[in-house]
């Protein structure tokens, strides 16, 4: 069911962001490996998101008001967001809200067509917007929400999902004594994506804007606990 795809997203987030915010501040052993096992586990957590926003758009009977939803995430999470991973509000970089927001606007687009090379022309400007924007994976993340709305068959997805990946740049993991890129472990979301059943267990709005909330409450909660371990 989509409530469950939302909740790996969730915990995969949670798990990598506070790999990247809390764990270098901790005197444990093996941070370095526990950093980036939070890390490889957090690549999961976007291409959901990306994949979430091609389904919802896809299926929403007001797009307008589901973009707004978006942009009022994005005004609840930027300052969060910021304090977090910034120390401070600051315009040198925006959060994944501003790419979703610049993605659903894009998919609107695309349904307004119906050539598929239109289609994938738009990607063009919207990933210039990102880039200009410094939002949070930039063109790229753009370019992941394509990869969901321009191809069908889960199998065409997951190839051009690592393509786009091995294209990010990305801390390097030495295994085995060459260097993999983290990015990359980002394919592997096509395992709950593969098993989506297009379902919904509820329609209930006070779960819906629980899975909204989510992102901003989190980063919070992780700016708190940063307070006492920093």
């Known amino acids: ?14 798990i990598d962001h506070f790999g990247h915010a809390i764990v ?5 052993p093996y941070m370095v490996n526990i950093y980036y096992l939070c890390r490889i586990i957090g690549r999961i957590a976007f291409p959901i998101y990306c994949f ?31 304090i977090l991973f910034e120390g401070g509000f600051t315009w040198a970089y925006q959060s994944v809200m501003v790419t979703l927001t610049l993605g659903a606007i894009m998919l609107l687009c695309m349904q307004r067509v119906e050539k598929k090379a239109v289609k994938l022309l738009l990607v063009i400007p919207f990933a210039i917007l990102a ?8 063109g790229w993340g753009i370019a992941t ?32 004594g ?21 379902k919904k267990l509820t329609r209930s709005r006070t779960v819906q804007w629980a899975f ?19």
């Open 145 to 176: 929400i394509a990869v969901f709305a321009l191809f069908d068959r889960r199998g065409m997805q997951a190839i051009a999902l690592l393509l786009v990946n091995a294209c990010m740049e990305s801390a390097a993991l030495p295994i085995f």
């Open 1 to 14: 069911p989509q409530e469950a795809l939302k909740l790996i997203a969730c915990i995969t987030m949670l």
């Open 52 to 82: 979430l926003l091609v389904e919802g758009m896809g299926h929403t009977r007001n797009p307008g008001k589901y973009i707004l939803r978006l942009g009022i995430g994005i005004l609840l999470a930027e300052l969060p967001f910021d």
């Open 212 to 230: 909204y909330l989510f992102y901003p409450l989190h980063l919070l909660f992780l700016w708190i606990i940063l307070g006492f371990v920093r």
């Open 178 to 198: 060459i260097p993999v890129s983290v990015q990359i472990f980002a394919v592997f979301a096509m395992v709950p994506i593969g098993l989506y059943s297009g």
């Open 24 to 28: 270098p501040w901790l005197p444990v």
């Open 131 to 138: 880039e200009l924007a410094k939002c949070d994976y930039g």
